[in-house]
């Protein structure tokens, strides 16, 4: 029975990284993902651009070339992917972790392929994959999505936009330049202010003038076949035609994979408990890394951000062994 000194869950950026610091100590490892390598960003819109600069995504100091000034998802795939190739990464993909429980010293990791064993565990999952849903009847309807990839199926279609954040504004302005007739349903009183500042312009401007209509201080209640129910700031309901619906409600981390790991989970927006100077959970060798760390409040971490939990973790296995 072979026993890693690392196993890492998650093959996105962060979870490479701690890969590449595992290799430069000399410790035995394996990333387990469930997807591609950085599957979240795979399943990003087609033409999304990275608030970041490409010197902010890099890791491991590895050069991140970009001839444009925020590099796009298709060049975050080529780097990521690229550096995974390079460095010869152990990476299984398109395996699952279903469990991770601890005997004695030793974790035992169990997949839908297998089950391995490790010293140590670094979970490094992010949040994407799961929908913060809305819980409204008609939510489950094939013309609602919670993600979006592209413009041109929502052509000449009649399109309601539920949030205010960058994916929710990217998603409209696309689809309106694609001929969609567009709605936005916002429950705060104004496009958020953490939208990318070169894009926030646009959006209220198209609003101003009338060419998307916007909904503030509002909330859809109920999505039916060909309609959608939504009140308004004075409480008023309102039922308009509509074809599609894309949900940019958000994302959240799996809140139940981490429990049934042992992580206690702290508050309302139930944030793991973890050594923010090694960034080890309350289970002795279980390590957090990326925007996991962040539960509910999934803009406190980015790449650029986290990019040092790699380094920390290694660091604090090696200094116990």
């Known amino acids: 029975m072979e026993i890693l000194d690392i196993l890492i869950i998650g093959a996105g950026p962060i979870g490479l990284n701690c890969a590449i610091e595992a290799q430069k100590n000399n410790l035995s490892y394996l990333i387990i993902e469930k997807g591609t390598i950085v599957n979240s960003l795979y399943h990003y819109p087609l033409y999304m651009r990275f608030f970041s600069t490409a010197e902010k995504l890099e890791i491991d100091g590895t050069p991140f070339i970009s001839p444009a000034p ?4 298709q060049e975050a795939l080529e780097y990521y992917q690229g550096i995974a190739r390079q460095r010869d990464l152990s990476i299984h993909l398109y ?20 089950k391995y064993f490790a010293k140590n565990v670094v979970i ?34 009649k399109v309601v936009v539920i949030g205010c954040s960058n994916s929710a504004v990217d998603a409209a302005l696309e689809t309106y330049r694609k001929g969609a007739e567009v709605t936005m349903i916002i429950r705060h ?8 500042y070169w894009v926030k312009p646009d959006i209220e401007n198209r609003i101003s003038e009338g060419n998307i209509k916007a909904y503030f201080n509002a909330e859809i209640i109920e999505v039916k076949e060909q309609s959608v129910i939504f009140k308004d700031h004075d409480h008023q309901i309102h039922e308009i035609e509509n074809d599609f619906v894309l ?13 049934n790991s042992g992580i206690e989970l702290n508050g309302e927006c139930l944030n793991p408990q973890y050594n923010m100077e090694t960034m080890e959970t309350n289970i002795s060798n279980l390590y957090l890394a990326g925007v996991v760390c962040g ?17 920390m973790i290694v660091k604090n296995i090696v200094s116990k062994r």
């Open 70 to 73: 925020k590099p796009g998802r």
């Open 95 to 114: 395996e699952k972790v279903l469990k991770v429980f601890k005997i004695d010293d030793v974790f035992e990791i169990e997949t839908t392929k297998g």
């Open 124 to 157: 490094a999952t992010g949040f994407y994959d799961i929908p913060n849903v809305m819980n409204i009847p008609g939510e489950n309807l094939p013309k609602v999505q919670h993600y979006y990839t592209e413009p041109y199926p929502y052509a000449r279609q």
């Open 189 to 196: 009183s104004e496009i958020s202010k953490s939208v990318k």
């Open 247 to 259: 949900a940019m409600t958000g994302y959240l981390p799996d809140f139940e994979f981490l429990r």
């Open 295 to 311: 539960g509910k409040d999934t803009h406190l971490w980015f790449i650029e951000n986290s990019r040092v939990h790699a380094e």
